[in-house]
C-alpha cells in the first residue's frame, strides 16, 4: 500500500466496452485499491460542454456510477462523487484562472484540434466552441489540485492537461504561496489496444465492439461472431494473428499464456473451441458485474445517496484546499 493520493474523473459517455475495461478501467482500479488516499468521480461538468440534452446527462452519470461500482470499485474506500457536487472545485478553477496565462489555453490540444476542423470546413476558427471547451484544461486542473493529488492514471490523450494542471499549480504557488502539490501521471498502457470481433481496434464508433454489462447469451452470440481465417483445427495458428487468442489473454493469468499459445502453435484446438474458452472467462469476468450493474441501475436513488456520500467526503479536502488558497491570495479564508 503506498501513501500517495490518487485521482482521477471519467466523462460520463455511455456503457464501456472490454476494451474500455482493459485500457483504463481495470489499470485504474487497480491502482485505486493499491493507494492510500483515493479520488473518482464522474467529470459531469466536463461532459455538459458537450451534451445538451439533460436526459442524456442525467442517465449517463448514473451509468457510469453504476459501472464502476459493479466492476469492484468500493466506495468506502475510494472517495467516488459527482463533479457538480463540490462547488469548490468551481471556486478554485476561478482562483486558479487569475494566474493562468491565456496563452496556455489557447495551447490546449483538443482546442487547437476544433479550431482546426473549423479552418479546414471553411468556418469561422471558433464556430461552435464554447467557453467550457476553451477553459476545460482550467477546469481540470481544479478537479486534481483540490485533492492534493500526487498521480493521476489517464491516457495519452490526456497528458497535456496534467503537465497544465502542474504549471498552473506552479504560477499560483509561486505567485502567492505554495498551497498546491504537483500532481504527475501514470500512463495508461496503449499497448493494451483490444481487437474489436472484426479486427480492427475495438471501438462503438466501428460496432465491433464486445459491451462489458450484457447477458449471457448475448455475450455468446458475440464471441461466436469473431471472424478467424478457415484453418482446420489441427492445423498449426499464429496466435499473435489470432482475434480470440488477442482478446483471451487479457483475462488469463500469466502462467495459463503459455499454454494457451501452445495450443494455438501446435494446432491443438480449433476455432470453435478456443471461442468457447473465450466466452468462459468473458463469462467468468462479467457475468457478476453485469447482475450489479443492473441492479444498481434500478435504483437510482441509491447510486444518488452514495455519490452524495462521496461529495462530502470530498468536500473535506475541498475547503481545506480552497481555503488556504483564498487566504495566501488576501481573500478570506472559508469559515
Ligand atoms: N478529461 C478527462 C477525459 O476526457 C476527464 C477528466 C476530467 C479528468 N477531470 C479530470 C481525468 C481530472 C483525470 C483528472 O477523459
Not at 466496452?17 to 489499470?27: E, K, M, Q, S
Not at 464554447?130 to 493521476?152: E, K, S
Not at 497528458?159 to 498552473?168: P, S
Request: charged share 25%.
Amino acid at each position: 500500500m503506498s501513501g500517495k493520493t490518487i485521482l482521477t474523473g471519467v466523462k460520463p459517455t455511455g456503457a464501456p466496452h472490454i476494451g474500455n475495461y482493459i485500457g483504463a478501467i481495470r489499470p485504474a482500479l487497480r491502482l485505486a485499491a493499491a493507494q492510500q488516499k483515493s479520488y473518482l468521480f464522474i467529470a459531469d461538468y466536463h461532459a455538459l460542454n458537450a451534451v445538451h440534452d439533460p436526459k442524456a446527462l442525467r442517465e449517463d452519470s448514473y451509468q457510469v456510477a453504476a459501472c464502476w461500482l459493479a466492476l469492484g470499485l468500493d466506495p468506502q474506500k475510494t472517495v467516488f462523487y459527482r463533479q457538480s457536487d463540490v462547488p469548490e472545485i468551481f471556486e478554485l478553477a476561478t482562483l486558479l484562472a487569475a494566474v493562468t496565462p491565456k496563452g496556455l489555453m489557447d495551447r490546449a490540444h483538443s482546442y487547437k484540434a476544433a479550431v482546426d476542423k473549423n479552418r479546414e470546413a471553411g468556418r469561422d476558427p471558433d464556430a461552435d466552441i464554447n467557453m467550457g471547451l476553451y477553459t476545460y484544461p482550467l477546469l481540470m486542473a481544479a478537479d486534481i489540485l483540490m485533492a492534493q493529488t500526487d498521480i493521476v492514471p489517464v491516457g495519452k490523450d490526456q497528458v497535456q492537461h496534467i503537465e497544465f494542471a502542474r504549471d498552473m499549480a506552479g504560477y499560483f504557488n509561486n505567485t502567492f504561496k505554495p498551497v498546491f502539490k504537483l500532481p504527475g501521471y501514470q500512463l495508461e498502457k496503449e499497448g493494451a489496444l483490444l481487437p474489436g470481433i472484426d479486427g480492427r481496434k475495438m471501438s462503438k464508433s466501428y460496432n465491433n465492439h464486445i459491451p462489458v454489462f450484457m447477458d449471457s447469451n448475448a455475450r455468446q452470440k458475440l464471441v461466436m461472431k469473431i471472424v478467424t481465417d478457415s484453418k482446420r483445427p489441427e492445423e498449426p495458428k499464429n496466435p499473435d494473428e489470432s482475434i480470440i487468442f488477442q482478446i483471451y489473454t487479457h483475462f488469463i493469468a500469466a502462467e495459463e499464456l503459455q499454454s494457451a499459445r501452445r495450443l494455438f502453435e501446435e494446432g491443438k484446438i480449433g476455432y470453435g473451441d478456443a471461442k468457447k474458452n473465450l466466452f468462459i472467462v468473458l463469462e467468468r469476468e462479467f457475468e457478476k458485474p453485469t447482475q450489479i450493474y443492473t441492479e444498481y441501475m434500478a435504483k437510482p436513488a441509491l447510486l444518488d445517496e452514495l455519490l452524495a456520500a462521496g461529495a462530502e467526503k470530498a468536500r473535506q479536502i475541498a475547503r481545506q484546499t480552497l481555503s488556504r488558497a483564498r487566504e495566501v491570495t488576501g481573500l478570506k479564508p472559508l469559515r
